[in-house]
Each structure stands twice: as structure tokens, then as C-alpha cells.
């Protein structure tokens, strides 16, 4: 004899035979998304005259710069926009590297107020006749590090 109580607990999805599920592909499909990463530091192009930008945001980061070879490096390699650590302008693909004496200006403006700029390594920051702008929440020079410049 069918129970009467059945019916009032049936669900009300129909229900699929297992044989007719057999037959149907299932599929996953991965979506990429777009980067979404803001840049905590980023660099302007540079110019004819050779001015170097680093620009921060609210966001507290260590920026550590060095001579290497004569040429000025920065621990950014590998973030988005910095091909490596000579890469200058983080705007334009590829390595933009400068000389320390060919940089007309070196800047680091921070909005934040709360990045910190180091001057490290083993061979002077000899800058010619370029200007040094940094307006950040710290500067450090390590010891027995040299930084020179003729101008402002």
C-alpha cells in the first residue's frame, strides 16, 4: 500500500536519472582576471634632461638605491613596471638605466610622507651636477656610503 505521508515530502526539483547524466560532458572553465594591483612606487618617463621621479603612495615602502657599475639601481626589480633593478622609468617596457653622472635630477616625492629612501653599497653616488629632491618620511645613508653632488 503507498504511503500518503511520501507525497507531502517530495521535493519539488525533478529528480534526473543517472542514466541521462551519463552522456553530458561537464565542463570547468577558468577565467582570467585583469591585474588589479595598484603600484605602491612608480617612476615618471624620463625626459631629455635626464630627471629621475620616483612618486609613492599612502602605503609605507622601503626604497633602497646603490651604485653598481656607475649605475643607479633601486630595489624595485621585479615589481610591475620595473624590468630590473637599473630599470629608471617604470612607465615605458625595458631597461631605462642611467649613469649616476648622466641623471640630471634625482626625486622621490611621497604622498604618504611615510616611505623611506637608502642610499647603500659600496660605490659613491657621485651626481655630477644633478639635484637631489626627496621629500619622504626618512632618509637613510649607511655608513661609509658617499653621496655628492655640485647642485642643489
Known amino acids: 500500500m503507498p504511503n500518503p505521508a511520501r507525497r507531502c515530502f517530495r521535493s519539488p526539483v525533478q529528480r534526473v536519472s543517472r542514466s541521462s547524466r551519463r552522456g553530458a560532458a561537464r565542463r570547468l572553465i577558468a577565467e582570467t582576471l585583469e591585474d588589479r594591483r595598484?603600484?605602491?612606487?612608480?617612476?615618471?618617463?624620463?625626459?631629455?634632461?635626464?630627471?629621475?621621479?620616483?612618486?609613492?603612495?599612502s602605503n609605507t615602502d622601503t626604497v633602497t638605491f646603490s651604485v653598481v657599475d656607475g649605475f643607479?639601481?633601486?630595489?624595485?626589480?621585479?615589481?610591475?613596471?620595473?624590468?630590473?633593478?637599473?630599470?629608471?622609468?617604470?612607465?615605458?617596457?625595458?631597461?631605462q638605466a642611467l649613469r649616476v653622472s648622466q641623471i640630471g635630477s634625482l626625486s622621490f616625492l611621497d604622498s604618504g610622507q611615510n616611505d623611506r629612501a637608502t642610499f647603500n653599497g659600496a660605490e659613491p653616488f657621485e651626481?655630477?651636477?644633478?639635484?637631489?629632491?626627496?621629500?619622504?618620511?626618512?632618509?637613510?645613508?649607511?655608513?661609509?656610503?658617499?653621496?655628492?653632488?655640485?647642485?642643489?
Request: proline share 6%; no cysteine.
Open 38 to 57: 595598484l603600484l605602491a612606487v612608480t617612476t615618471e618617463p624620463l625626459n631629455g634632461d635626464n630627471d629621475v621621479v620616483f612618486r609613492g603612495d
Open 72 to 95: 643607479l639601481e633601486h630595489n624595485l626589480a621585479g615589481r610591475p613596471g620595473f624590468d630590473s633593478s637599473r630599470d629608471l622609468d617604470s612607465t615605458t617596457p625595458g631597461d
Open 127 to 152: 651626481f655630477a651636477t644633478a639635484a637631489l629632491n626627496f621629500s619622504v618620511g626618512r632618509i637613510t645613508v649607511s655608513p661609509g656610503v658617499n653621496v655628492s653632488t655640485t647642485s642643489g
